[in-house]
């Protein structure tokens, strides 16, 4: 399967994820901390089980990436604290914010791997830019940030130079073990800096729960398989990211649908699209 075959499937996966995640964290009892820790614990082991059934698991020396890992465990810890943290907006916001990703995926990549920075990915930033402001646009044409979409802004740079440090691991790294650590090494140093953070994920294994819980794992798991198998396929960083964005429509999408978010839905349907048009310029 080629990377841009496995981008596609990415897109599909990811354009549900964050609906499935709304739902879990609206509720006032919902822990974004607890939530973090249980998710990425979940995701870390149904990988390594998916890993050690059907893939390589092998490691090479890991002391020449200490650095890189050190770098993996904050980036990837910190982003998903403040991902869930977001998503206390609407699934729909959450999703257009986030879509800025790829600037700093582009920014790292041009700094970092020497990939190249093309005149006309200064258009696509504008338009991500553009699109942000349209999106945050309330009553009266006043531009106002929420706390939410703050936080989301934070995890898209987070994740955004992430992207590139994967990419440098993945060059000597297997996709799954590289997968396990990425997700199970931040679980365990923020579960040890949160001791009680198992009383508060109980919520989320409830009946009421438990089964929205899985099919978010499941598709989040297979949406970071594309994401990664892609990642190491392919020859470009920054054009996978981008191209992974064009989910931002699929999941406004969707939530208009699903979730019922129709406040400023001229505005998201907007701003979704200028997102989407400028992360593919962003390629």
Known sequence: MN?????????????IAPLLQRILLRGSESDERAFAILFQFANGL??????????????????????NLIILALLYGLGNLFVFAALRVEASIFTIVFACKPIFTLLSSTLILKEGLEPFQLTGLVL????ITIASINHGFKIRFSRGELFALIAAVLFGFEVTNDRILLKSLNVFPFMTIAYLIPAIIIALSYPSWYKKASVFLS???IFVFLVLIVTHVLASITFFLALQTGYNSSQISAISQVSTVVTVLLAIVFLKEN????????????????VILLK
């Open 128 to 131: 991500i830019i553009f699109a």
């Open 46 to 67: 149904l990988i390594a089980l998916v890993g050690f059934l059907f893939f390589d698991m092998t490691l090479p020396d890991l002391s020449p990436y200490l650095p």
């Open 3 to 15: 990377w841009l075959t496995l981008t596609l499937l990415c897109v599909f996966f990811v354009s």
């Open 263 to 278: 406040d400023r839905l001229v505005k998201k349907i907007i701003a979704a699209v200028f997102s989407a048009i400028g």
């Open 207 to 209: 009946k009421k729960n």
